[in-house]
T-cell receptor, first 115, second 113 residues
Framework: GAVVSQHPSRVICKSGTSVKIECRSLDFQATTMFWYRQFPKQSLMLMATSNEGSKATYEQGVEKDKFLINHASLTLSTLTVTSAHPEDSSFYIC???????????FGPGTRLTVL | GESVGLHLPTLSVQEGDNSIINCAYSNSASDYFIWYKQESGKGPQFIIDIRSNMDKRQGQRVTVLLNKTVKHLSLQIAATQPGDSAVYFCAENMRGSARQLTFGSGTQLTVLP
């Protein structure tokens, strides 16, 4: 149980384009989903927290107009990197937790490379 | 600000030996702690968790110890295997916080043949 998937696993795009990453909880309802980014040899940095049906809460320094988050259902959240630039290249990871629980389960991550 | 940190960035152990990975936390309001394992190119995998009302919790080949007096957390892996090679992160959060886990910097565990 507690499986979280992400799609795509890898994406390469040109500078200036937008990329959408999907995060799905496969066997539980995720009332809260989190988006992280991780640079090589570093820890996970939280970007935003999203609750189903409400606006995401962004961490300081994360541009909400650049990283659009939608949590339209209890099993799906999406992160759209708009007008991507090479400095946005990173490993993006989502996690999800169900109502009344504290444990976050992570997706396998999405490697974004912006040329 | 308060943060979670790890004592050692790298740890090498012989296959079959026991491993101990340490973590220090500074947020006294944290009452839930998790250890994650992350293999290269993959997302973190839940290993074991512990709440602040406990001192010790055991899983399959893993044990987590919590010392609230000195704000220290450790992960013990028994009979370490090559498949245990990965980066291990401790994470903490506060009860009722919709938020987030605060992650430590990670320890790279390498199992030597």
């Amino acid at each position: 149980g507690a499986v979280v998937s992400q799609h795509p696993s890898r994406v390469i795009c040109k500078s200036g384009t937008s990329v959408k990453i999907e995060c799905r909880s496969l066997d539980f309802q995720a009332t809260t989903m989190f988006w992280y980014r991780q640079f090589p040899k570093q820890s996970l940095m939280l970007m935003a927290t999203s609750n189903e049906g409400s606006k995401a809460t962004y961490e300081q320094g994360v541009e909400k107009d650049k990283f659009l988050i939608n949590h339209a259902s209890l099993t799906l959240s999406t992160l759209t990197v708009t007008s991507a630039h090479p400095e946005d290249s990173s490993f993006y990871i989502c996690s999800a937790k169900g109502q009344g629980t504290d444990t976050q389960y992570f997706g396998p991550g999405t490697r974004l490379t912006v040329l | 600000g308060e943060s979670v940190g790890l004592h050692l960035p790298t740890l090498s152990v012989q296959e079959g030996d026991n491993s101990i990975i340490n973590c220090a936390y500074s947020n006294s309001a944290s009452d839930y702690f998790i250890w994650y394992k992350q293999e290269s190119g993959k997302g973190p995998q839940f290993i074991i968790d512990i709440r602040s009302n406990m001192d010790k919790r055991q899983g399959q080949r893993v044990t987590v110890l919590l010392n609230k007096t000195v704000k220290h957390l450790s992960l013990q892996i028994a009979a370490t295997q090559p498949g245990d090679s990965a980066v291990y992160f401790c994470a903490e959060n506060m009860r009722g916080s919709a938020r987030q886990l605060t992650f430590g910097s990670g320890t790279q565990l390498t199992v030597l043949p």
